[in-house]
């Protein structure tokens, strides 16, 4: 029997709101995290992902408290991150009740981060989120701070080279499909897949449920995210499983 795919709802916050915007800008309150966790969970949900999306642009501390409120409201996984520069950073967010921790800027600023990470909580514990942006065909640069920083980094190069240092899943967003709900990007999906031996996280893009069917089956991804589409009830959990369990793919349906 092949694994369940997985359904993530993602709450985008700014430490104690969930936002949500489009390409990454124009952010909108979206709700409370505490409520839509609670929600999630009922729903049927795989995992929750919470990021502070403005935690290592502003140099904010990360967002204990909000981790703390949501972890309490979850029987299912939960991974955190936004403003984890340190394995002790790290450590207060598992304290605060997530599973896994989610680095992207400061693994990218120091990459030996991962290995310590790995070390301490297990390669399993640790998603490395790589926000990508098209260059040219078959090529994408990586992104940091909430988007807005160029780097020098292929996205094959730096997803290897986070799996080498420790990174157990790649959390995998397409700059360009975020917030435009017009699809997964496929063509990056599928490239990072085949690319890792690891699990990949399909974000950004998401509607309607032939796209999580698109990814699932073209994309080659062991996991789904999305966020507005569940905030503002486009698609209910229950639903989306039910038509990916009709088209053979392979899920956890809720009780």
Request: glycine share 10%; net charge negative.
């Amino acid at each position: 029997m092949s694994l369940a795919h997985r359904i993530i709802p993602c709450l985008d916050t700014d430490g104690v709101r969930v936002v949500k915007g489009v390409h990454f800008e124009g952010l909108r309150d979206a709700g409370d995290p505490v409520a839509l966790a609670a929600r999630y969970n009922a729903e049927g949900a795989d995992e929750l992902v919470v990021l502070d999306i403005a935690a290592s642009r502003d140099n904010r501390p990360t967002f204990l408290d909000t981790i703390r409120r949501v972890a309490e409201q979850l029987a299912i996984p939960l991974s955190a991150g936004g403003g984890i520069r340190s394995l002790e950073d790290a450590r207060g967010v598992v304290r605060a009740g997530a599973d896994k921790v989610t680095v992207n800027t400061s693994a990218v600023e120091r990459p030996e981060l991962i290995s310590e990470l790995s070390r301490e909580f297990g390669a399993q514990a640790v998603v490395l989120a790589i926000d990508a942006k098209r260059k040219t065909t078959g090529r994408w640069g990586v992104r940091v701070r909430g988007g807005r920083g160029e780097t020098t980094l292929d996205v094959q190069t730096w997803a290897q080279r986070g799996v080498e240092m420790g990174a157990g899943e790649i959390l995998l967003t397409s700059m360009d499909r975020d917030g435009t709900q017009s699809g997964f990007d496929i063509e990056l999906t599928s490239t990072i897949s085949q690319t890792v031996n690891v699990p990949v996280i399909a974000s950004g893009g998401a509607r309607v449920s032939q796209h999580f069917l698109d990814v699932f089956h073209e994309g080659a991804a062991d996991a789904a995210l999305a966020a507005s589409i569940f905030h503002d009830n486009t698609q209910s959990i229950r639903g989306l499983k039910l038509f990916l369990q009709q088209n053979n793919i392979a899920v956890r349906l809720p009780c």
